[in-house]
């Protein structure tokens, strides 16, 4: 599988709330960003950026969490430098607040915003400079989406962000979501856009589906919330 040249890619997994934090660096100068850093895997994270020699730049949260806690707080206090990210529209506190448009440069890399509301209003989607990854966040998950029955959601925002954000995305480009719960890793465009068993339906039919998903309630989300709303600016 052929990733972009000169940059270092690592897929790591929280189990409890199956999160996806990923780990991307320039080969050359080391510079890194990590993307949905989770509580309880800080030391495993801060170990990994240490031996591989990373200096990690910016942490950004694709969304306001509501099934976890983010690290970036704590990683603050930890590594020198080390700015916090999240959409202007989350309403969480944070060093940098993105819009659309707006670029993460790490080295001679960069991953672009594209605004991908309807999960929460925060919602963005980091897609590589040449477009081969795109980081999902909880908008587009692998075969899923995110859920829109609770914070900001809305489905009919979710199935436009998807269908003219991510959706538009060349074929090949991979898609990296925030979770998956059964063990998926990586999919396409290209495969979600005729796959994705929610978004192949029209506008009215996926409002349907999204009403009748019955979901319990995360369970972390009374705690989680609230302490991602200080996205890494404050000590949790």
Request: hydrophobic letters at 35%.
């Amino acid at each position: 599988m052929a990733f972009t040249d000169g940059l270092l890619f690592r897929q790591l997994f929280e189990s409890e709330s199956c999160t996806y934090t990923y780990l991307l660096a320039d080969t050359d100068n080391k510079e890194a960003v990590l993307i949905d850093p989770v509580l309880e895997t800080l030391d495993r994270d801060l170990k990994i950026i240490k031996e591989l020699g990373l200096q990690l730049k910016v942490a950004v949260n694709t969304h306001c969490h509501a099934d976890h806690i983010t690290s970036t707080g704590r990683m603050k206090t930890k590594l020198f430098g080390l700015k916090s990210a999240i959409s202007k529209h989350s309403g969480a506190a944070a060093d940098i607040h993105l819009v659309e448009g707006d670029e993460i440069k790490f080295g001679r890399h960069s991953l672009k915003v594209k605004e991908t509301p309807g999960h929460t209003d925060g919602c963005i989607t980091l897609v590589t400079g040449d477009q081969r990854m795109a980081f999902t966040g909880d908008a587009l998950l692998i075969r899923g989406c995110g859920r829109t029955d609770f914070q900001q959601g809305s489905s009919e925002r979710l199935y436009s962000s998807i269908h003219k954000q991510i959706f538009t995305l060349p074929d090949h480009c991979l898609v990296y979501p925030a979770h998956d719960y059964l063990g998926q890793t990586v999919s396409t465009v290209g495969e979600e856009r005729k796959f994705n068993p929610r978004l192949t339906k029209s506008l009215e039919e996926f409002v349907q589906i999204m009403k009748n998903l019955n979901l319990p309630k995360p369970k972390k989300i009374d705690i989680s919330v609230p302490a991602n709303l200080v996205c890494g600016l404050h000590e949790i």
